[in-house]
Structure formats: C-alpha cells, structure tokens
C-alpha cells in the first residue's frame, strides 16, 4: 500500500498550505498564485480554498482509481504526484517559514 502515504502527504501539504496562506493573507501577505491572488482581491478567498481543496480531491482520486484498477496511466500519475507532493512540500515549507516570526511575536 504504497499509495496511501503518498496520499496522505498530498493531502496534508495542501491543507498546510491553505492554512498558512489564510493566516498569512489575514496579516497582510500577499498571494502570487494567479487564481488565489484574484480571489483575494476580490474577496473571494474561501472559493479558492473551497476549489483548491476539490482539485486535491479530484487529483488523488483520479491516482487512486488508477492504483486499483491497474490502469496504463498509473505510472505517468504516481509520477506526477510525487512530483506535486515535492514542490507543493517545498511551498508549504518557504510559507511556514515566512509566517513563523509572525505567529511567535
């Protein structure tokens, strides 16, 4: 069962990143990703957690199925998500450290 930590990391880096992205909108940070950025500027920032959270879902879903069913995509898909799981890893990783001084002052 390979597949299920990778999941679960998956999961938890974008949820990570969610949090420390609202926390570091609402101190006054700014969101560089595209979507997010127009999202936060008009407001709407919890649809953008809200989608963020659906794209997750339909990603490791889609990896899932794959796993299970023994299907041609299965490498191309665990590959990519690795992938995902290192730079989404990497992001979560520079925002915790952007937001840290401000959570401990």
Request: proline share 3%; no cysteine; aromatic share 14%.
């Given at each position: ?31 560089v ?62 925002n ?10």
């Amino acid at each position: 069962m390979k597949e299920k930590p990778l999941m679960t990391s998956f999961l938890a880096v974008n949820f990570l990143d969610i949090a420390t992205t609202a926390y570091g909108v609402g101190v006054g940070f700014q969101e560089v990703g595209f979507y997010g950025k127009g999202a936060v500027e008009s407001g709407n920032i919890d649809n953008a957690f809200l989608l963020r959270t659906a794209v997750t879902a339909i990603y490791i879903g889609t990896y899932a199925l794959a796993e299970k069913y023994g299907s041609k995509f299965a490498f191309p898909i665990e590959k990519s998500m690795q992938i995902a799981n290192v730079i989404a890893w990497g992001v979560a990783v520079f925002n915790v450290i952007q937001v840290a001084p401000h959570l401990f002052s």
